[in-house]
Antibody
Framework: EVQLVQSGAEVKKPGATVKISCKVS????????MHWVQQAPGKGLEWMGL????????IYAEKFQGRVTITADTSTDTAYMELSSLRSEDTAVYYC?????????????WGQGTLVTVSS | DIVMTQSPDSLAVSLGERATINCKSS????????????LAWYQQKPGQPPKLLIY???TRESGVPDRFSGSGSGTDFTLTISSLQAEDVAVYYC??????????FGQGTKLEIK
């Protein structure tokens, strides 16, 4: 069974950095892209970026460029999303999700989500 | 970037009735070389991650009830639930995966029971 298990909830102060993990099992980590998606409270889904675990290449959404870093550790089959210079608007649930690295790029499955609260 | 716009933002339908959600993309997501529409639909229930329902605009994911169907091509797409069940109350999102440099979702449609 394919599973994506994310790290637990975080509370951070404005200006801080948060790093969330997403550990995968049930498939070959390097065969699929890993995406990160932000969902603010009561809001929709916003794609943040992806990493290709095979070579570490990344693509970031323009909105998050410069503040987000997505990495993949093939020794532990774990992907990471680091978001810096946190502000209150970054309070959200963050999801990891996989997609094929070919043309079939829909997102499936998803992790359970990690709540990040930014508050002074 | 491709902008995805869903309509309506919310919808109330009686149990057993048809629900229809629309999704429009700012540019075509039909790839001419394979004649496939790079469009997916997801269902999200409160406190849960999104769940894939449909990909290639009309292919139902394994295990998804056949009351869910997707249609459309190019820039205009529709998700239809033929006979609404109580467990279908959720927010539904469309997503384009045509532009692999910038994936994008619609704003979501909240489906409730009338």
């Amino acid at each position: 069974e394919v599973q994506l298990v994310q790290s637990g909830a975080e509370v951070k102060k404005p200006g801080a950095t948060v790093k969330i993990s997403c550990k995968v099992s049930g498939y070959t980590f390097t065969d699929y892209y890993m995406h990160w998606v932000q969902q603010a409270p009561g809001k929709g889904l916003e794609w943040m970026g992806l990493v290709d675990p095979e070579d570490g290449e990344t693509i970031y959404a323009e909105k998050f460029q410069g503040r987000v870093t997505i990495t993949a550790d093939t020794s532990t089959d774990t992907a990471y999303m680091e978001l810096s210079s946190l502000r209150s608007e970054d309070t959200a649930v963050y999801y990891c999700a996989t997609s094929s690295s070919t043309s079939s790029n829909w997102f499936d499955p998803w992790g359970q989500g990690t709540l990040v609260t930014v508050s002074s | 970037d491709i902008v995805m716009t869903q309509s309506p933002d919310s919808l109330a339908v009686s149990l057993g009735e048809r629900a229809t959600i629309n999704c429009k993309s700012s540019q075509s997501v039909l790839y001419s070389s394979n004649n496939k529409n790079y469009l997916a639909w997801y269902q999200q229930k409160p406190g849960q991650p999104p769940k894939l329902l449909i990909y290639w605009a009309s292919t139902r994911e394994s295990g998804v009830p056949d009351r869910f169907s997707g249609s459309g091509s190019g820039t205009d797409f529709t998700l239809t639930i033929s006979s609404l069940q109580a467990e279908d109350v959720a927010v539904y999102y469309c997503q384009q995966y045509y532009s692999t440099l910038s994936y994008s979702f619609g704003q979501g449609t909240k489906l409730e029971i009338k």
